[in-house]
């Protein structure tokens, strides 16, 4: 599933193509996604310029020079694909967009999402602050809001485990199943401690680490755009280098133990049971 990093790595990628660029053409060939496609989508959306794109959370949004906000979600499985040239539909296509840059180029923005947890908005500016999905969504961990004290007034009174904490999108923007269980190992904190059990060093040890685990995806999302020369032009997913997630039975970087695979909430988490208290 699509986390901040691979979120950012898409919109830096869709921002070398929108910056003041008119939709040409919209095509949708299915609507029922994780929530149904508005109807206006088509007619609401064409013709109008496109502006640099930005990341809230998991989501992207799209200004409009109209005051209006293209929004995707890439749910579970979906990706954006950037294309030039004449574009032949796949199987799992769901919205086709088709732009033309300030300068006169043409590309093709494709939605492609097999499970169809996703979805698309396009709405008017001042509903930003009250959309359903971004009403909730709690600070950005890359931003000036993530502090101890922020931590220590979401924590107060509650015993949830730390990976949990985390995880939930009304807390820390951004943060999924796989950078969670990367953050805690770099912090070296159990992701099975409760909240109540976490000091103020724990929480320094946190916020440094989501910094730098989150920072360092993303700039190898980055390196992963440069290097796109993937024909069909996918992106959203990015090789990336984890040190503790997927890696269970295989040896602790740091201390040669075994990384278990414990099951919290029903996700894979993984960890080291010596690095990690
Ligand atoms: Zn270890």
Known sequence: MPELPEVETVCLALSKILNNSEVSNIEIFRKD????????????????????PYRRGKYILIPTSKEHILL?????????????GEYKVFKHDHV???IETEDNNFFTIVYNDPRRFG??????ISKIKNHF???????????????????????????????????????????GNIYASEILYEANISPLRTVDKLNKEHLKSIITAT??????????????????????????????????????????NKCNNVIVLININNRSTYYCSNCQR
């Open 96 to 98: 086709k967009i088709k």
């Open 119 to 124: 979805y698309v908005d396009f709405f008017h």
């Open 211 to 252: 910094k730098f685990i989150l920072k360092k995806s993303i700039n190898a999302g980055g390196t992963s755009i440069r290097n796109h020369l993937q024909p069909d032009g996918n992106l959203g997913y990015f090789v990336q280098k984890l040190k503790v997630y997927g890696k269970n039975k295989s040896k602790c």
């Open 33 to 52: 996604l994780r929530w149904t496609i508005n109807d206006n989508l088509e007619t609401d959306l064409k013709e109008k310029i496109l502006k640099k």
């Open 133 to 175: 999905l971004l009403k909730k969504l709690g600070v950005e961990p890359l931003g000036k809001d993530f502090t101890i004290q922020y931590l220590q007034k979401k924590m107060y009174n509650k015993s949830k485990c730390v990976k949990n904490f985390l995880m939930d999108q009304s807390i820390i923007a951004g943060i």
């Open 72 to 84: 995707f979600h890439l749910g579970m499985s979906g990706t954006i694909k950037i294309l030039s």
